[in-house]
């Protein structure tokens, strides 16, 4: 069974970074694409960053320049680097890890961004 644990979220003002991570119970490089979305109160989940096994990211719109994805396949951890925060940011972020037909969640982890 995969396990996606998520980390790094917490209260900053805004402008501030943080960096999350997300820890997965066997090898990230088992899965075809990994991600972050994030659901803001009373909105739909939405993807922020996602990255292919090869390495390509994509972005939303509202991520890019602020935000970078990334991976180590040596310590099966997906990162989300995220600076120049803005309170809209604000969300519970979930990690997202997808192969062979399947979508794995993490528990989420709350980023709250004052003004």
């Known amino acids: 069974q995969v396990r996606l644990v998520e980390s790094g979220g917490g209260l900053v003002q805004g402008g501030g970074s943080l960096r999350l991570s997300c820890a997965a119970s066997?090898?990230?490089?088992?899965?075809?694409?990994m991600g972050w979305y994030r659901q803001a109160p009373g909105k739909v989940r939405e993807s922020v960053a996602v990255?292919?096994?090869?390495?390509?990211?994509t972005y939303a719109d509202s991520a890019k320049g602020r935000f970078t994805i990334s991976k180590d396949n040596a310590q099966n951890t997906l990162y989300l680097q995220m600076n120049s925060l803005k309170p809209e940011d604000t969300a519970v972020y979930y990690c997202?890890?997808?192969?062979?037909?399947?979508?794995?969640w993490g528990q989420g982890t709350q980023v709250t961004v004052s003004s």
């Open positions: 997202n890890a997808y192969r062979l037909g399947d979508n794995y």
């Open positions: 066997g090898s990230i490089n088992s899965f075809s694409v």
């Open positions: 990255i292919t096994r090869g390495g390509a990211t």
